[in-house]
């Protein structure tokens, strides 16, 4: 293959593959913006929804339309559980004890995930084909077109939903002053719960779309490992950031393997956006699109 | 129309704050709450809105009436619901948000969009400059657009009540007479009534009725405006005069604590 056709094609691809990154980012994000809240469990969200949808799919034979909306499902009332349980306890704490108690949540969500479902790999079949569109130069696999499809609209609808709507604009005031929402009358709790649900909406879509590119078991969960390059790099609060942060890393960790991979025998992939990440933190902490504090003089 | 009865707050369990407040606000008026840093006054405010528990804070004896019915169990969204809205000192805008966008934030407990729209532009009436900064981040606006802003926003949650934190505080005095104005100006139109806490007394007890004087957790004296404007203690401690008018020297200090003793 020529040389500036195998650069299109690890560019076409990290492009896609990080719009899915941007997805589960997403997810992340709609958490840290509204309640201040770092969620460490986010790839384990993302598994659990895989191993309901695979597990209805698979073990009851349900039909997808029925096994993706029980996903969504699931994920929204997981969300909301997991806030009403854990989180509001934890409103007004020091940032490490929700730090500390997403990080539990993770290891927990990691064991108690196979110990119901069974720790083998399910498949998620999604009824379209493996055989990749052919644009030229590009190789396209219709599922990354698929994943890559449902993570813009999806940022769409959220990006509108902060930008525009007013439950957006009261989650957004949420995120800048608790106390001052109060006050106005916003009721912080439930929109406390309200993010959380969201999160299960994109943890759901990212498990079906990344379950079913890797199958489904423990390692799924390791997509969250590429959402911190993610949102550090584009700013852990906003959604623009999200989207290109995705599309950087995407693109980075694809490159990087297509051309480093051949000399130190792999590996790259995995790391390659964390050195970026440092980077990052080194050169504009608070990401290219994140909030910055106003401090007027 | 609004009432604190014996009201004792106690924060973390153990700081009592409040010791025994009463103070009733009528309806259509202004009422000012005056003292020192620290007398308590914020946290009464906080009493009445709700707010005191996000802090630790809570109402340990007493209560508080609204219309009739006591709202010190309520949490602060249904008492904004039920028409009481704070606005906090230190101008605490929703910095990241347009200005529009934060007024769209005050108007949460109404339901109805079209309204929201009609609150805007009351505001803008109120607020003309507020209007020619419509899309500017609030985090960016000026000291007084700031507070013009917070006023506005609380008015936006269509309150009869409004519980006014020291809106001169850090701003030029011309600027604090504007807002003032507009205050009484909202009172009058609206038929908005209005607890107003200050430390500048001499202005609170121009555009008020009704004061009352807080020390230490207690209120110690309450009136009229105009009797308390006349009254030889809030002269010399509060608007800074002795009875010729003449500024008072620190060679009087001793005098000041030994008058003080029995205020507190």
Request: glycine share 12%; proline share 4%; net charge positive.
């Amino acid at each position: 293959m020529v040389e500036w056709q195998f650069t299109l094609l690890l560019l076409s691809n990290g492009l896609l593959i990080g719009l899915m990154y941007s997805l589960i980012a997403l997810g992340f994000v709609l958490v840290y913006k509204a309640t201040d809240a770092i969620n460490f469990a986010q790839g384990e969200f993302v598994m659990i929804a895989g191993f309901v949808v695979a597990v209805a799919l698979g073990a009851y034979g349900a039909p997808l339309w029925l096994a993706v909306p029980l996903g969504l499902a699931a994920m929204v009332a997981f969300g909301f559980g997991l806030e009403r349980v854990m989180l509001r306890r934890l409103i007004g704490r020091p940032i490490i004890a929700v730090v500390m108690a997403t990080i539990g949540l993770a290891a927990i969500l990691r064991g108690v995930g196979p110990l119901t479902w069974g720790a083998e790999t399910k498949p998620l079949v999604l009824p379209i084909s493996d055989e990749p569109f052919i644009l030229g130069p590009l190789f396209v696999p219709p599922i990354q077109l698929l994943g890559a499809s449902v993570s813009i609209v999806f940022l769409g609808v959220f990006g509108w939903f902060f930008l525009k709507s007013r439950k957006g604009i009261a989650m957004r005031a949420i995120a800048d002053s608790q106390q001052v929402a109060m006050a106005m009358g916003i009721n912080v709790e439930r929109y406390f719960a309200l993010a959380w649900a969201m999160t299960g909406v994109v943890s759901a879509l990212g498990g079906v779309i990344w379950g079913s590119m890797l199958g489904v078991d423990v390692h799924l969960s390791l997509v969250g490992f590429k959402v911190f390059p993610v949102v550090i790099l584009g700013g852990l609060d906003s959604i623009p950031g999200a989207i290109l942060g995705g599309l950087i890393v995407g693109v980075v960790e694809n490159v990087a393997a297509g051309y480093v991979d051949p000399y130190v025998g792999g590996g790259t992939k995995d790391f390659a956006p964390y050195v970026l990440m440092i980077l990052a933190l080194m050169i504009r902490p608070y990401g290219i699109f994140g909030k910055r504090i106003i401090e007027r003089v | 129309m609004l009432s604190l009865n014996n009201v004792e707050v106690i924060y973390d369990g153990v700081i009592l704050v409040l010791k025994g407040v009463s103070l009733s606000v009528r309806e259509g008026g202004i009422t000012t709450l005056l003292g020192a840093n620290g007398a308590g006054k914020t946290t009464t405010l906080k009493a009445i809105s709700g707010l005191l528990r996000s802090e630790r804070g809570e109402v340990t004896k007493g209560s508080i009436e609204f219309k009739g019915a006591r709202i010190d169990r309520l949490a602060p969204h249904e008492i904004v619901a039920r028409g009481i809205v704070q606005v906090f000192e230190g101008r605490r805008v929703f910095e990241h948000l347009t200005t529009e966008e934060n007024l769209v934030a005050g108007a949460h407990v109404q339901p109805d969009r079209r309204k929201v729209q009609e609150g805007i532009a009351r505001v803008y009436e109120y607020f003309p400059r507020l209007r020619e900064r419509r899309t500017i981040q609030s985090g960016y606006l000026s000291g007084g657009e700031q507070q013009m802003l917070v006023i506005g926003r609380a008015l936006m949650a269509n309150p009869q009540v409004m519980l006014l934190d020291e809106p001169s505080l850090g701003l030029a005095p011309m600027l604090v007479e504007e807002i003032f104005a507009i205050v009484r100006e909202m009172n009058r139109r609206e038929k908005l009534t209005v607890l107003l806490v200050e430390q500048n007394a001499a202005l609170a007890l121009q555009i008020a009725e009704q004061g009352y004087v807080m020390e230490n957790g207690r209120i110690v004296l309450d009136g009229p405006a105009d009797a308390l404007r006349e009254n030889a203690d809030i002269k010399e401690f509060y608007l800074g005069l002795t009875e010729v008018g003449a500024r008072k020297s620190y060679r009087d200090v001793k005098h000041y604590k030994r008058r003080k003793r029995w205020l507190s």
